[in-house]
């Protein structure tokens, strides 16, 4: 059976958190399911459920949705050099 190239070449790199200098940590904002409103994209946590007690008090509203983006950074795999050739490639 014929490997095909692209498949191996996918198989040499990895996806994961990104961890670069620089890169963002993850975003949380918190949504009212009642209204659509809201909180602000902070990078921590309890800004988000602040927003969503002051909304609850302020408007009756109880139900959230957490949105979280998370930002992601594929890297070659330990060991596999960028764009460099598998010694299976091609054969078995
Ligand atoms: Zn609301």
Known sequence: ???NRSTIRLAKWVIGRDKEEGASPPIREV???TCMEKSPAET???DGD?????HTG?????GYREIVTSFLRSRPAEGKPVGGRDQEQGTS
Do not use: P, S
Request: net charge positive.
């Open 31 to 33: 949504e009212c399911t």
């Open 44 to 46: 921590n946590q309890i």
């Open 50 to 54: 602040i927003w969503a007690l002051q």
């Open 58 to 62: 302020r408007n009756g509203h109880t």
């Open 1 to 3: 059976m014929k490997v």
